[in-house]
C-alpha cells in the first residue's frame, strides 16, 4: 500500500521529486512518499504561503479561523470520516503503536482543541482576544494590536501521532503562513489536517504547506529557514543547537528540547484501595505512547508510611504493567530501542547485586520493567518503552532538592496527594524548574491552554505595535473636526 504525505499548495505532484519511506512488521507494510523540495520550490512555496497569508488568512477575524479549526477536528473526531479511517488504518502501521491505544489517544488528544478548548488557548494567553484583529487599549495606556508573522516555520520531531497540531493550530490562531517540516517517523497527520483545512475553507488553502527533508540535510533545512520570521523546532539539545546554528541572526527562534517527567505518590494515597487506582493511573502515562513524549513519567517517587509500602506499590505497578501489555502490546522495537532497554535493565540489575533491598521486576519477553531501589539514587532518564524505576523516599518534601541539579530538564510531575501537600510540593517543585503538574494519569494529556514548557503557546508567536497615547492625542489636533 502506497500512501503520499505532505501539503504543497501550487505544485503539481509530477512537479516534485517523491522519495519512499518504508513502514511496517510482520505482514502489515506502507510506503509513504515523501516531497523532496529543490531550493527554488521551496522559495516559491514560502512566497506563495507568505503571499496567501497576507490576503486571506490575516484578513478573518479570530472567530472564524476558530470556526474552521473547529470544523476540521470535528471531522477528524467522527470515525466515519474518511480521514479519520485512514488515521486509525495507517498509524498504527507508521508508528508501530497498538491501534486502540492510537484511537482511543487521538480522540482525546483532538478535543484538546475543539472550539471550548481553542477559545481557552487565545483567553490564557491574551486577557482581550481582540487584540488579534484589531488595536485594542493596553494597561500602560495607548493602544496595541498583535500580529503574527508572515511565515512560521515548524520543524517536528517525533512518532507521537497528532503531536505537530499543538504548534500548527497555534500558528493559525495568530494568523501566521505557516510551512511545517514533519519528521520520518510520522509523516502523514499534519497533511491530513491542512488538506481538511482547505476543503473546509478554501480560501485558505495556499495558508500553509507541509513539507519534508532527510533529518541532516543542510541545504534545505537552509532554503526554508531564510524564507523564516519565526522558527518553533523539537527535538533532542544537539540538533536544536544545529538548527540555531543555521537560523538567520534576525530570526525569531523557539526551541523546545527534550525533558524529563516524573510522578510523585504521597503515603496519603497509600491506602489498598487508593494505591491500586494511584498505580493504575501511573501505569498509563508509562504505557502511552511507551514514554515517546515529554511529558511521559521516568521515575516515581513514593513516599513510606502509608499502608501500602513503597515496595508493595512497585508490585502494583508492575501487576497494571502487565495488564497494560495485554490490552495495548508494546509496539516493537528498532534496534536501537531494544539496546536502550537492555541497558537500562542491565544497570538495574547491577544495582539488585550490589543491594539485596533493590529490586526490578518485569515480564519474561522484556515488554515492561520496573526497577525498585532505597535511598539515595540518581535522576536519570528510563530507557523508554515502558521501564520505570521506583524510588522509596522518607519525605516527598526532600525530593526538590535531588532534582534541583537538573533543572533545565524538567517538566511536567505527576502527583497523588492531598490538597495542602499539594500546593507545598508545587511550590518546591516549581523552585526547582517544573513548569506542569497533573494527576497520575493525565501526564501525557495536557490541558487546552498548557503552557508548554512555561511559556506562552501564542503570545511568543507574536509582535505588538503599539500607538502610544503622546500619537493619540497629538492626531486629534489633524482631524477635520477641529476648530
Known amino acids: 500500500m502506497t500512501e503520499r504525505a505532505g501539503y504543497l499548495p501550487g505544485l503539481a505532484a509530477d512537479e516534485v521529486e517523491w522519495r519512499v519511506l518504508r513502514f511496517g512488521r510482520g505482514i502489515e507494510t506502507l510506503e509513504i512518499e515523501v516531497p523532496v523540495l529543490s531550493d527554488a520550490q521551496m522559495a516559491a512555496l514560502a512566497a506563495r504561503v507568505r503571499d496567501a497569508g497576507r490576503h486571506h488568512l490575516k484578513t478573518l477575524s479570530t472567530a472564524r479561523i476558530v470556526n474552521i479549526i473547529d470544523q476540521a477536528i470535528a471531522r477528524l473526531l467522527d470515525r466515519d470520516d474518511p480521514y479519520r479511517r485512514k488515521a486509525e488504518a495507517l498509524l498504527p ?3 508501530g503503536y497498538d491501534g486502540e491505544m492510537i484511537r482511543l489517544g487521538l480522540t482525546g488528544y483532538l478535543k484538546t482543541f475543539r472550539k471550548p478548548e ?6 490564557e494567553d491574551f486577557p482581550n482576544p ?7 487599549p493596553i494597561a500602560k495606556g495607548g493602544v496595541a494590536r498583535a500580529f503574527g508573522p508572515d511565515i512560521l516555520v515548524h520543524i517536528w520531531a517525533g512518532n507521537v501521532p497528532g503531536l505537530p497540531l499543538w504548534s500548527l493550530i497555534s500558528g493559525l490562531l495568530v494568523k501566521a503562513g505557516n510551512i511545517g517540516k514533519v519528521p520520518s517517523a510520522e509523516p502523514l497527520f499534519a497533511g491530513w489536517f491542512a488538506q481538511i483545512l ?3 475553507e478554501p480560501s485558505l488553502a495556499d495558508c500553509f504547506a507541509i513539507v519534508w527533508w532527510k533529518g541532516g540535510d543542510i541545504v534545505q533545512e537552509k532554503a526554508l529557514l531564510k524564507e523564516a520570521e519565526l522558527v518553533l523546532a523539537y527535538g533532542g539539545n544537539e540538533s536544536l543547537a544545529a538548527i540555531r546554528s543555521r537560523v538567520p541572526v534576525t530570526t525569531r527562534y523557539l526551541a523546545y528540547g527534550h525533558k524529563i517527567s516524573f510522578g510523585m505518590i504521597s503515603r496519603a494515597a497509600l491506602d489498598v484501595r487508593k494505591a491500586t487506582t494511584a498505580a493504575h493511573q501511573a501505569a498509563y502515562d508509562v504505557v502511552r505512547y511507551d514514554q515517546q513524549g515529554c511529558y511521559s513519567p521516568h521515575v516515581f517517587f513514593v513516599e513510606r508510611g502509608g499502608k501500602v509500602s513503597p515496595r508493595d506499590f512497585c508490585r502494583y505497578l508492575a501487576h497494571e504493567l502487565a495488564s497494560f501489555e495485554r490490552k495495548y502490546p508494546r509496539r516493537a522495537l528498532t534496534i536501537a530501542e531494544a539496546g536502550d ?3 537500562w535493565r542491565h544497570q538495574a540489575e547491577l544495582k539488585v547485586l550490589s ?14 520493567s520496573v526497577a525498585y531501589v532505597e535511598g539515595d539514587d540518581d535522576f536519570a532518564p528510563s530507557g523508554l518503552n515502558r521501564t520505570i524505576k521506583i524510588v522509596a523516599v522518607d519525605s516527598l518534601a526532600d525530593v526538590a532538592s535531588r532534582i534541583a541539579p537538573y533543572k533545565a530538564f524538567l517538566q511536567t510531575v505527576g502527583i497523588a496527594a492531598p ?10 517543585l516549581g523552585r526547582v524548574g517544573v513548569t506542569r503538574i497533573s494527576a497520575l494519569g493525565q501526564m501525557t494529556a495536557p490541558e487546552a491552554g498548557w503552557h508548554h514548557d512555561g511559556r506562552f503557546n501564542l503570545l511568543d508567536l507574536v509582535t505588538l505595535t503599539e500607538i502610544e497615547h503622546s500619537a493619540e492625542a497629538v492626531s486629534d489636533s489633524f482631524a477635520p473636526y477641529v476648530d
Open 355 to 368: 543491594r539485596p533491598e533493590h529490586e526490578i521486576m518485569g515480564d519474561a519477553e522484556g515488554a515492561w
Open 198 to 200: 482547505a476543503e473546509i
Open 341 to 343: 532497554v537492555a541497558a
Open 93 to 95: 502501521v507508521v508508528t
Open 118 to 123: 481553542l477559545n481557552r488557548f487565545l483567553a
Open 419 to 428: 490538597p495542602d501537600e499539594l500546593y507545598r510540593l508545587a511550590d518546591d
Open 130 to 136: 481582540g487584540i488579534l484583529d484589531d488595536f485594542q
